[in-house]
């Protein structure tokens, strides 16, 4: 019913920059929230950036002043952007979406595949 197709992860440089987009295509009506959760190997899975159907923007501590959370309401995507890297972000990056469908009901919770970044020292 809804694909998510994450892209934009990779290998790169401490200081350096990262852009990675979520396309969310298929039977659906609204997306609402929108969000980037990271996972790095033998930690928990925790949250990145969201932004809200409003507008509303919230970010992990960790990432403030360097990662920016954006979305193409319209075309259903959601884009991260990060600077200034740190090896520390080298995790697998998966989107979350709140998805409404054209069938109607709740609101539905989507997960992208995941795209690996890995920042070198």
């Known amino acids: 019913q809804v694909q998510l197709v994450e892209s934009g992860g990779g290998l790169v440089q401490a200081g350096g920059s990262l852009r990675l987009s979520c396309a969310a295509s298929?039977?659906?009506?609204?997306?609402?929230?929108m969000g980037w959760y990271r996972q790095a190997p033998g930690k928990q899975r925790e949250l990145v950036a969201v932004i809200t159907s409003g507008g509303s923007i919230g970010y992990a501590d960790s990432v403030k002043g360097r990662f920016t959370i954006s979305r193409d309401t319209a075309k259903n995507t959601v884009f991260l952007q990060m600077t200034s890297l740190k090896p520390e972000d080298t995790a697998v990056y998966y989107c979350?979406?709140?998805?409404?469908?054209?069938?109607?009901?709740?609101?539905?919770?989507?997960w992208g595949q995941g795209t690996q970044v890995t920042v070198s020292s």
């Open positions: 298929g039977s659906i009506l609204s997306a609402n929230a």
């Open positions: 979350n979406l709140g998805i409404n469908l054209v069938y109607g009901g709740n609101e539905y919770d989507y």
